[in-house]
């Protein structure tokens, strides 16, 4: 599968591309299924009235240097699942993906996947209030976002939500192209996305969103009675360790692919 002139120009414009039916529907499958060792002893997979957050506090985990896994409020963050060669093939190693992830960043770039994020779910929220949905940039250095949907995800469900365009004005929010380590210009222009409408990237089953590095984004509440399923990677560049200690360059993108030149 190869990206468009379009789906490079989108990109580029506006920080994200949605591509339908990509990932492999067994391997989802599997996924789908391995979840359930993740979750607290009262939810049933038959009834979808077990699910609804949030998590109690007994059922409460907080991740460590040693067991990555976390559950709190309305999220369940199975990482540990992350590392496992499979699941490393369901996303960043499927070869639709990875063709595309070079399409963007170069062939022949990319830092070889160990393990991926994992399964990351949003609870529905049932009847308890909503929290405002505000934006934020990630912390941690890497090139090229993907979100993986392992179950369809409806409109209002916790899709990742983004805010077009973003990307040009916050990659120049930094001192450094990949480290976090805003200016103050930042918070401005956090607060100024924060008054934007952004966009909800729902979708279905084997759906994937890819998104720039320096993308405004969230995971906003789960309005529906699904469990938003997805699975989360950064493709990085063999470079990133020089790549990080210079300042934001005049032209974003000259270090990604000549296609985006």
């Known amino acids: 599968m190869k990206l468009s002139i379009e789906d490079l120009r989108f990109f580029k414009g506006n920080g994200y591309l949605i591509k339908r039916r990509v990932l492999d529907k067994v391997l989802m499958a599997q996924a789908r299924e391995r979840f359930w060792d993740y979750t607290p002893e009262r939810f049933s997979k038959d009834k979808p009235s077990s699910w609804i957050g949030p998590i109690r506090p007994e059922e409460e985990e907080e991740k460590t240097a040693t067991a990555p896994n976390e559950s709190r409020g309305f999220r369940l963050h199975y990482r540990t699942i992350g590392s496992e060669s499979w699941m490393v093939r369901l996303l960043a190693k499927d070869p639709a993906v990875w063709s595309m992830a070079e399409q963007m960043l170069g062939a022949g770039q990319l830092t070889d996947p160990k393990g991926i994020r994992g399964i990351y779910s949003t609870l529905p929220y049932g009847s308890h209030p909503l929290p405002s949905t505000t934006c934020h940039t990630d912390a941690h250095p890497f090139h090229l976002g993907i979100v993986g949907y392992i179950d369809d995800v409806a409109p209002g469900g916790g899709g990742f939500t983004v805010w077009p365009g973003s990307h040009k004005r ?37 759906d994937i969103v890819f998104w720039h590095h320096r993308l405004a984004h969230t995971g906003p509440p789960n309005t529906t009675r699904r469990i938003r399923r997805a699975v989360l990677y950064e493709f990085t560049k063999q470079d990133i360790e020089q790549a990080q200690l210079k300042p934001p360059q005049k032209n974003m993108w000259h270090d990604w692919s000549s296609q985006f030149s």
């Open 170 to 206: 916050f990659y120049y929010a930094f001192k450094s192209q990949y480290r976090n380590e805003p200016t103050e210009e930042h918070s401005v222009i956090r607060e100024y996305y924060n008054g934007k409408q952004p966009v909800d990237c729902y979708g279905e089953a084997g």
